[in-house]
């Protein structure tokens, strides 16, 4: 496990938001969470953001929009995007938009820290 990743939760519902930050801190993991695309680019900007886990719909924003830009942009396009979303066809317009996984809600939290856990190792692994 890599106790040392930070991982960036976007997602506008504030009590998703909570409990993915409580579940991944209780996990030993660094948790920025955000319900702006606008701060998380500030975070990212920062460097020291290891994985994304966002919801397809922002607040405003397109989260497919978002996950193309951030996978087109040389600096960020190395970090692993997990999208989540209630949403019953999302699944493929979010790997379309290339997002490297894809959790639907209501999420099991076992799926996520799986998910995590096997992204942060491969991309520790290239």
């Not at 953001?49 to 830009?69: A, H, K, P, Q, R």
């Amino acid at each position: 496990m890599n106790k040392n990743a930070r991982i960036l939760v976007l997602d506008d519902d504030p009590d998703i938001g909570t409990m993915i930050k409580m579940m991944l801190e209780y996990k030993g993991y660094g948790v920025i969470v955000s319900d702006r695309a606008d701060l998380a680019q500030q975070a990212l900007n920062t460097g020291g953001v290891d994985l994304i886990i966002m919801d397809m719909l922002l607040s405003g924003v397109n989260g497919t929009d978002l996950c193309i830009d951030l996978k087109k942009n040389p600096s960020t396009s190395h970090i692993p995007v997990i999208m989540i979303s209630a949403h019953p066809n999302a699944k493929e317009i979010c790997l379309q938009a290339g997002a490297d996984e894809f959790i639907s809600k209501p999420f099991d939290m076992n799926d996520i820290l799986s998910k995590i856990e096997r992204l942060l190792n491969e991309a520790l692994s290239q």
